[in-house]
């Protein structure tokens, strides 16, 4: 009967509903066992080998983590600031820390290796720790570029043989983009006081490039594929493609009058619902044997200068020159520079 | 007489229909209303002090007023182009036979189930600079380079002419279905010719169907978010400076330039609304009563119509077939090959052994079945309040629930995540932020607006006086709504859940500003796939997605058969 199979199908339907509503209670919470959220852009390969290696310590332990950009980490923080729903925020750039710990999102923590790092890479508060260092390369492809003929400085990507060749990373999520963004505009502001220098220069970058791709992947996918021959992004990233992922092509070289450094860090989030579990993950992230296995497989420069540098790949010990930064200046102004950028640079140097 | 009368008069004072307009009052006022004022609000705010400040900013800077006009200019070409593609499609398939048309004529509704995400996906791997049809080209014609890159404005239109075409093919069809033939036929003995018949009698009366698709493409058009994140290149679009100025931290600006967005979408939706054949779209969208077809007769155009028919539904396949191989590649294979140099199941295994990987496709099953169900649910109420002619406010009412559908998905978690992230006595300091259930409620307001057009075109092309006669023998309230209005609407409000259950399945926009662990959705799963550089397992979620959508429809395709039986 036709009213009689539409009542049964009804019936049907409202009593999923009803077992459904159930199971997402059962699923939930409420389970007696120990938890942890973290909220990180490390990406999926690294974390879960970590929280395999740490389940492997602390069976009892349900680590959660949530991959996003650091700046989505960010925002969320901030709309979660009444209701905190992460304990531990693993993976940003010092500058996006610092942010963070001046709106008050982050909750202090003296980690037991706090006098093993530089003063320059925590926070005097305690709000943050280094990890890892990241310098920021000029990346290239082999097969289309040899390496004498890659750029060998910041200013030699400008060259117009470059035209239509480069490829950058959307910077506005980005730390990376945003900290070599920021770097080109400071190498002129020192001098001029000014940013119009440094808007001069991504001018004349923007002439150049092919593409602004939207992550990290497409990046990396892109500049191996031959869409562009040369980029401008971090150099632990260009190892893990390079060995890891299959983009053999792909090579970097350091800048030669010297390559800006971000320092990733760390750090407990404020009214963490498991503080103590997020320290307890923090402590073995950042233990002697975490660092070192990071190094070795995801080739993260660690920052603690107490690790046997014997055990680190060998290319991590050859030393390169660094780049001077004025981080305070950047953190002040890089979102109007930025906002600038967007609105008037990016793309509007085509023909 | 007098009996009905009286019938009519307990109707409207009925302790039910209080109930009723409680229920939707609450919905409407606490899902829709107060978000969207919070949002308005928030952009008339600075410093803690009411001005239009952000305004003026927001006028006087060009981005944003080139972003406005390429937004609109976008939507305008890609509503153009989608009519261009869908209504003579419809004909097609709708006026004549031939051989496999029925085949080809679902295959053509198939990029209308497609997630956005995995839709983009798939378009990067087979028309990108460096996907499989660019480098076949490439090595066909022997090029030094990429023959096209897949940015800017033609990439933008062929996306969404992909996606979006649809909407008229669909709402063209259902048209057609409906047209009275012997108005073309009488045309035609008068000695009118096949143009002019086309033109005078056949438009005039589609004319309510195509309005409908210009609204729903025009809204959609604007609302897209990942193909000019994707395939934008240069072009400034609102949803992009948007999406920019957050990741900036410019919370000011980028909630000025929602607003203006949705004016946008909302002034369209309100100018549309008048031609009230909106909501027609969904009903007959999944209904499909064929009428007379005229047979191709003549050999050679029958092959040539089914040629046609085949070119294209390979075309409309191709990026799902490009997902397939993809997901069967091993893992570092295809990195600059024109199609990857080695074959696996591991991507499929690695998921369907993973606990975690699993539990995301049974995540995203879960809280899209009960925004569908609780979507059926209100619906109904909507339907029943509306559909009374007495009730004042009911435009009021149509236009309110279709507001969450004229924004776009990142508007609507915004404002529920800003509404219901912490304690506030306007809300009973109800929090959804970080808790299972925000998911679930935002997939419910984003869509269900569709299953409320859907009932609502049922009952209006529902004979009232079924009901009355039900009224009259002495049926109550319940069992009149159970015997007579439900079976009658059912299977309209049936195609209408599958759709918003459907589309759920692949909501990545809004999901991805506020999932938890404990709601991570599938499409967060192949997001993050993509960002480690897993093609191989981005896509084999992507199929599995598809096999799921597939597999639901033709339950309720089974379901729908059941129930006429």
């Known amino acids: ?240 493609y390079k060995e890891q992922k299959g983009l053999t092509q792909l090579a970097y070289a350091f800048p030669s009058s010297g390559t800006l450094v971000i320092t990733d860090g760390i750090a407990v989030v404020r009214g963490a619902p498991n503080e103590e579990e997020a320290r307890r993950f923090y402590e073995f992230v950042t233990s002697v044997e975490s660092l070192t296995y990071a190094a070795q497989k995801y080739y993260r420069l660690p920052i603690r200068t107490d690790i046997d540098r014997n055990q680190l790949p060998a290319w991590m010990n050859e030393p390169f020159k660094q780049m001077d930064m004025n981080w305070d200046l950047l953190r002040r102004e890089g979102g109007e520079w930025l906002r600038y950028w967007d609105a008037e640079i990016r793309g509007r140097q085509r023909n | 007489m007098k009996t009905i009368s009286k019938h009519s008069r307990a109707f409207i004072l009925h302790p039910s229909s209080l109930i009723l307009a409680l229920v939707v009052g609450v919905v409407l006022l606490y899902g829709v209303i107060y978000p969207s004022l919070r949002l308005l609000l928030a952009s008339l705010e600075r410093g803690g002090a009411w001005t239009l400040l952000n305004y003026v900013e927001v006028l006087r800077e060009r981005a944003i007023l080139e972003a406005t006009f390429y937004s609109v200019w976008l939507s305008v070409l890609t509503v153009l182009f989608c009519a261009l593609v869908g209504v003579p499609l419809a004909f097609l398939f709708e006026r004549y036979e031939f051989p496999a048309r029925r085949i080809f004529s679902v295959m053509a509704s198939l990029p209308l189930v497609l997630p956005p995400l995995v839709g983009t996906v798939a378009f990067i791997f087979l028309c990108g600079e460096s996907g499989i049809l660019a480098r076949a080209v490439q090595h066909l014609l022997n090029l030094k380079s990429a023959p096209w890159s897949l940015r800017g404005w033609g990439a933008l239109l062929l996306f969404h002419t992909y996606t979006m075409y649809p909407f008229f093919y669909v709402l063209t069809g259902a048209g057609l279905r409906r047209i009275d033939a012997g108005l073309g036929e009488a045309a035609r003995s008068l000695g009118a010719r096949p143009a002019r018949v086309l033109f005078r009698v056949v438009l005039p009366q589609l004319t309510p169907s195509l309005l409908a698709a210009a609204l729903l493409t025009f809204m959609t058009s604007m609302a897209s978010f990942s193909a000019p994140l994707f395939f934008g290149g240069g072009v400034r679009v609102l949803t992009l400076e948007i999406f920019n100025a957050r990741q900036r931290s410019d919370a000011p600006l980028a909630l000025t330039e929602t607003v203006v967005l949705a004016v946008i979408s909302l002034g369209a939706l309100i100018f549309f609304q008048r031609y009230e054949g909106t909501r027609r779209f969904v009903a007959a969208a999944m209904k499909g009563a064929p009428r007379r077809r005229q047979p191709i007769r003549s050999g050679a155009a029958r092959v040539i119509a089914a040629l046609c028919g085949a070119i294209f539904t390979i075309m409309l396949a191709l990026p799902v077939i490009t997902l397939l191989l993809v997901s069967f590649a091993r893992q570092g294979s295809w990195t600059t090959e024109a199609l990857p140099s080695a074959y696996t199941f591991e991507n499929y295994s690695r998921i369907l052994t993973e606990e975690d990987a699993l539990s995301v496709l049974f995540n995203s099953l879960k809280m899209s079945a009960l925004a569908a169900i609780f979507a059926l649910l209100w619906s109904l109420c909507v339907a029943s309040l509306v559909s009374r002619r007495k009730l004042r406010g009911r435009r009021i009412i149509s236009l309110l629930v279709l507001v969450p559908w004229a924004l776009p998905g990142t508007v609507v978690a915004v404002s529920i995540a800003e509404s219901y992230g912490q304690p506030n006595p306007l809300t009973g300091s109800f929090i959804l932020v970080g808790t299972f259930w925000i998911l679930p409620v935002i997939y419910f307001l984003r869509f269900m607006p569709l299953v409320v057009r859907a009932v609502q075109a049922s009952l209006e092309q529902m004979d009232p006086s079924l009901e009355e006669a039900a009224a009259s023998l002495g049926a109550r309230g319940w069992r009149r709504f159970l015997r007579v209005r439900l079976p009658l609407i059912w299977p309209g409000a049936l195609a209408g859940t599958l759709l918003a259950f459907v589309i759920a399945l692949g909501e990545y926009v809004a999901s991805v500003l506020v999932y938890v662990p404990a709601n991570r959705p599938v499409s967060i799963a192949i997001a993050a796939e993509m960002r480690d550089f897993n093609l191989g397992t981005a896509a084999a979620y992507g199929m599995l997605l598809i096999v799921l959508i597939a597999l639901s429809m033709t339950v309720a395709a089974r379901l729908e058969r059941a129930s006429k039986v």
């Open chain 1, 1 to 240: 009967m036709y009213s009689k199979s539409v009542r049964t199908a009804l019936l049907l339907i409202l009593s999923s509903a009803f077992l459904l509503s159930f199971a997402c209670k059962g699923g939930g919470g409420g389970s007696a066992e120990r938890k942890l959220t973290i909220y990180t852009p490390h990406g999926q390969d690294m974390l879960k080998d970590f929280v395999a290696r740490y389940r492997s310590v602390h069976p009892e332990v349900n680590v959660q983590f949530l991959d996003m950009g650091s700046q989505e980490v960010l925002a969320r923080l901030r709309a979660e600031r009444n209701r905190p729903q992460a304990d531990l925020w693993w993976g940003a750039s010092h500058l996006t820390f610092q942010t963070a710990a001046d709106e008050n999102l982050l909750s202090a923590y003296r980690p037991t290796w706090a006098d093993k790092i530089p003063a320059a890479s925590r926070d005097a508060q305690d709000r943050w720790y280094g990890t890892y260092q990241t310098p920021e390369v000029i990346v290239y492809n082999t097969q289309l570029v040899r390496p004498e003929d890659a750029p060998r400085d910041w200013d030699d990507v400008l060259d117009a043989r470059w035209r239509d060749k480069i490829l950058i990373r959307n910077p506005n999520p980005s730390d990376s983009m945003r900290a070599i963004f920021g770097a080109m505009i400071w190498r002129y502001y020192k001098d001029t006081n000014s940013a119009a220098g440094g808007y001069d220069w991504l001018r004349r970058l923007d002439a150049n490039v092919h593409e602004y791709t939207v992550d990290g992947a497409l990046l990396m996918q892109k500049l191996a594929r031959g869409e562009g021959a040369i980029s401008l992004w971090n150099m632990p990233d260009v190892w893990v």
